[in-house]
């Protein structure tokens, strides 16, 4: 019997078998298996970071959120009122995806592919990015198993600008006007939070014109994390992907990133925020741009995956 497995029960390595920070680095000390059969939710790494168009680094971003993960005790301060996410969800490290650097196309092709078996499954995959153009198919593969999909994106940026060149669509700003082109995504049923920024104004003229519910960072800031979570709750009504960039948050808080904006929401709000997508239907969940090179402490990267860790909470509470 390998460490972290008990009577065919997957479970995180112990503590008292070796202190947090040994062994491999899988996220939260999970076993790593392809083996879908054992489990509920795959934590899966995409090391991708080409289709930046300002700081690469994402693609250390997988190993970085695990190795901040190792700090995950596999109980919670609130354990009366949640339960210990590992006690409910067999949760594995599925490893990383293969990229090919230096082709997008083939790459985001080829991760599809890669997705589908996790998907059939019937496995909830936790995809750790990678800049934000991993979620495009990571969306393609979900909509194929559950149809169109509301999306909750938070985000400093909309990503929704058009590719400038036809051939090559795909990079982390055009990701959910590819989305929506597709029909993988329904706008009226999906909602950005966080946008703010030197984006172009023309841009968020574009993206409520094509249906988008938008909580600017500014409005966010302005009605709080009660009422933006009520807004989300109202908005979505399909199967419900959660993609979360980084940048959202504050580089004062989130720094390891390659596309900071500055006045951006804090670690203690957006945890709140993720906590208050308790009860919708969620069935993918992605984190994106954390690039470690620029992070300062792992503050970023231990957001990311304590971020991570309110999401299997969430899981696990709908058992
Ligand atoms: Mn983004
Ligand atoms: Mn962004």
Known sequence: MSEGQDSGRLYPAEWQRGPRYSGAYTFARCPVTRDLWLADVAVIGVPMDMAVLYRSGARFGPRAIRDASGQLRPHHWEADKLEPPFDALRVIDYGDLDVFPGYIEQTVAHLQSQLAPVFDAGVFPVILGGDHSTTLPVLRACSLKHGRLSLVHFDAHPDFWPPSDSKRPVHHGTVFRIAVEEGLIDPAASVQIGIRGSVSAGILDEVRAAGFNVITCD???????????????????????????????????????????????????????????????????????????????????????????EFLLILAQRG
């Not at 409005?219 to 940048?247: A, W």
């Not at 500055?262 to 925020?273: D, N, P």
């Open 219 to 309: 409005e966010f800031s302005r009605q709080g994390v009660e009422s933006t979570v009520r807004r989300i709750q109202e908005v979505v009504r399909h199967p419900v992907y959660v993609s979360l960039d980084i940048d959202c948050v504050d580089p004062a808080f989130a720094p390891g990133t390659g596309t900071p904006e500055v006045a951006g929401m804090t670690s203690r709000e957006i945890v709140e925020l993720v906590r208050g997508l308790r009860g919708i239907n969620l069935v993918a969940f992605d984190i994106v741009e954390v690039a470690p090179a620029y992070d300062s402490a792992e503050i970023t990267a231990l957001l990311a995956a304590n971020l991570v860790y």
